[in-house]
Structure formats: C-alpha cells, structure tokens
C-alpha cells in the first residue's frame, strides 16, 4: 500500500482503517453502477466496498478509503492480500512460463506441489493428487473419484452444508434453497443428514447427554431405509461447517463417523475448502479430530487467491486410467508457483500466528454473551470464528436482520466481516493479521453490537 504524500497524514497508521469521506464514495458509486448494468445479478454484495489495492490486511477501496478485511477475500488470502513473497513467485513464474496444461505436459511445479501437499495430508498415508481451477471443482473431482474407485453411486452430505455451486457440489449443498431453486434435477443419490450443532442440537439434547444422536441417524435411519450402504460411495463433511455458520462438531461425532464410513466400506470426504490451509490453527482442520480422511477438497486459501484447488486422495483409490478426469487449467504453473510459497509462509510461521491471534480473539469475545443480549454463542477454531446473534438467549430465536445491521455497521467503520448460516458474523481474517488490527476489530464489532442494540 502506497502511503499518502502529504506529511500532515503521515502519522496516520496504515495497518489500521481510515476512512476519508462518505460510503459510498463518488467513484464507487460509478463502478457499482456499471456493475449493476453489466454484471450477473446473482452475485451477492452485502454492502459496496470497490476495492482497488490491498496489503496484508488492509484493503483500499477505488476512493481512497482504507478497510481492515477481516474475510480475507472469503477465506482465500491466507498469507494476506499482496503478500511481497507471493508476488515474488508470481512474477518470477509468470516470466518463465505462464500455462503448458498439466493434463497432457510435465512441468515440475505441478510435481513438487503434488508431493507437498500428499506429505501435508493427515493420516501419513500415501496420495495423489488431481489439480483443479476450484473448491467447487476439487468437490466435482472428489465425487468421481469415489464413484469410479467404490463402483457405488451415493452420497451422504449435512444438512447447512456448502460445497459449490456445480451441478454435483451444488447436490451436496444444502445451506440455502435459493441456491438448488431453478436449477434441478440434481444428482440422485445425494441424501442429507443433520450437522452436528450443540448449540441447536437437532435432537434435542444437550452436549452432557449427547449420544451421538447425528451420526447414528446415517447408519440406524439412512443406511436402512433411503440410502443403503452398499450404494453409498462416501460421506462428505465440512470439518468445521463454512457457510452453515463456522460450526465446530464434538470430537466424539468423528469418532463416530469414522466408525460407521469403516464398518460400511464408504468413503470419507472432508472438505477443507475453507478450513483448510492454517485457519484454524491447525494446516487442516480434520487434525483437530484425529480425522484421516480417504480423500480431501482444497482450494481457496491454497494460492494466496490465484484460481486453484485440488482432490488428494488414498493413492490406492486414485488409479483411473489417463483421459477419465483432467483439467486444462488446473495446476497452472503460476498458482502452482503461489501455492509453493503460500505452504512455506504457513508452515514457516503464519500457522502459529492463527493460533494465537486465534485465542486471543476468542479470550476477549469469551464473555459476550454475558455482556451482550443478543450474543448467542460464540464459537470456532484458530481464525475461523463466528459469532450467531439471537433475539433471546433462552429462546435462541435467531436474528439475522440484527446480523446484517452489524455487518453493515462494521463497514461503515472501516471493518469488513461478513456473515455466514443465517444469523452468525463471521471472523476469517487473513493469517498475518496482528494482535492490535484484532483488537481494532473486536472494539469496533463491540461498538456496533452496542448500537444495534440500541437501535433495535
């Protein structure tokens, strides 16, 4: 990020947001309008941030404003926006060799992120992996595979899940209708089972008397009745569940889970999409479980935001003959070359920053329900955090006006967060983010609880 050149400003911190006029500003408005013009309504823009440039945690918008991104371009920018390590290799990369297409050429970056990313998987086992342009994509590459190496067509999902937007992922979704709604028939076999959520427990119960209840209900209900276990070609699961609302299961649900995908001879699936990549404090957030997955989905935080996501598997399930699934694009050399890099800083250093940035803010949000009414619940792991606002902390009535209102109100104070299930504000910050833009965070989040509440 450029600073100002007028020395007046100079004592402006830069790590920090400054905002110099309304919001909306006077360019945003014109690009917002092209855009509304130009561009496919289906997108979703919670409030209208144009940005321009970004540095680390700091994003510019086309006016000149400065804003604390605290969903690091939805989860993707792990190492920070612009990280000077990142565009190193970018450029470097992209002046030896931009595309060759690791479908029908060998080119050694493809390898040597191939292997780094099997050594990097949890269980210690041996992989491969096949390269794609995205999560949705790495999901599509995933249900392929354990259709062609099982012989069985079905799958189990859960009920709030996000996989993607393809006609495949899209079948495992099930967080919002209007993302199936116009779009089906979708791929049968999909049947969907309840998220494990202590906080809204679909059973009912409480963590103390918790038996399972959400694991059980695939082998004593679905496995018996709509989805037989020897058509069932794998359970696919969200770790920590994304877009359902940054929900964080009880170990004693994947013990289970691994159980009953063991006992039945079905596949296990875990989408790190969002997860994975050091937010939560951990490189994946299966190994906060114990979890081994048969196969994993990669992708956002892999490339520090260029296009790229990946299906590593058990190499004794990946043996499809040449020609039964490819890429042209994915595993492009220069996001191959991103990736490298992205793996080292996590690795070398910004792991364990998640993890204390990650406790630190959970230290200081520990108390809000106590302190805030309309705090329900506030939960996560490492910098996957959310927070789900309740009208009543009896009732758990959910309040997802309430939510937009601090949402919108962060952005008018020069914080970006979003939401995510129907009522939880989500905390996903770039990696690199430091102990004072995490306190500038949490004391402008306690603001804008303060007046919605007031306003409400």
């Not at 103390?208 to 209900?221: G, L, S």
Request: charged letters at 20%.
């Amino acid at each position: 990020m450029t600073k100002t050149a007028n020395p007046a400003l100079e004592a402006i911190r830069q790590d920090l947001p400054h905002l110099i006029g309304p919001l909306p500003g006077p360019r945003a408005q014109e690009v917002i309008a092209r855009d509304h013009r130009s561009v496919s309504p289906s997108y979703t823009r919670g409030y209208p941030l144009v940005a321009k440039r970004g540095e680390g945690a700091i994003v510019e918008d086309v006016d000149g404003n400065r804003f604390l991104d605290f969903n690091a371009g939805i989860a993707v920018v792990a190492t920070g926006h612009c990280h000077p390590r990142v565009v190193e290799a970018i450029r470097e990369q992209a002046g030896n060799l931009i595309h060759m297409s690791g479908t029908d050429f060998y080119y050694e970056a493809l390898v040597d992120l191939a292997e780094k990313l099997g050594a990097l998987t949890p269980g210690g086992l041996e992989r491969r992996v096949s390269f794609c342009n995205s999560g949705a994509e790495a999901v599509e590459g995933a249900m392929k595979l354990a259709r062609y190496s099982t012989g069985r067509s079905g799958f189990i999902a859960f009920l709030g899940a996000f996989h993607g937007r393809t006609l495949g992922a899209l079948s495992l979704t099930a967080r919002k209708a209007v993302q199936r709604r116009g779009f089906g028939p979708l791929l049968p076999g999909v049947v969907h089972a309840p998220y494990p959520n202590c906080y809204r427990c679909p059973f009912g119960q409480t963590p103390a008397n918790c038996a399972v209840e959400c694991a059980k209900f695939i082998e004593d209900t679905l496995l018996k009745t709509i989805a037989p276990a020897e058509e069932v070609a794998a359970i696919v699961i969200e770790p920590v569940q994304g877009e359902g609302g940054y929900i964080v299961p009880p170990q004693k649900f994947f013990d289970e889970l691994a159980r009953i995908a063991e006992r039945h001879g079905i596949l296990l699936v875990c989408d790190e999409v969002q997860s994975g990549m050091g937010r939560t404090g951990k490189m994946w957030a299966s190994e906060h479980f114990n979890l081994t997955p048969d196969i994993m989905t990669v992708a956002k935080g892999i490339a520090s935001g260029l296009p790229l996501g990946a299906t590593v598997a058990r190499a004794d399930l990946m043996r499809w003959t040449p020609g039964a699934h490819a890429s042209t694009f994915g595993g492009n050399p220069v996001a191959c070359a991103a990736a490298l890099v992205t793996i080292e800083l996590l690795e070398r250093e910004l792991i364990d920053n998640a993890a204390r940035m990650g406790a630190h803010l959970m230290a200081r949000m520990r108390d809000w329900p106590a302190r805030f009414p309309v705090v329900g619940e506030v939960r996560g792991l490492g910098l996957m955090l959310g927070i789900e606002l309740v009208r009543d902390q009896q009732s758990k009535t959910r309040a997802p006006e309430l939510r937009d209102r601090v949402v919108n109100l962060a952005f008018e104070r020069g914080l970006l967060v979003l939401g995510a299930g129907d009522n939880t504000l989500r905390l996903s910050p770039a990696l690199v983010i430091t102990r004072d833009q995490c306190d500038f965070a949490l004391d402008t989040l306690e603001e804008c609880l303060a007046l919605a509440m007031r306003e409400d």
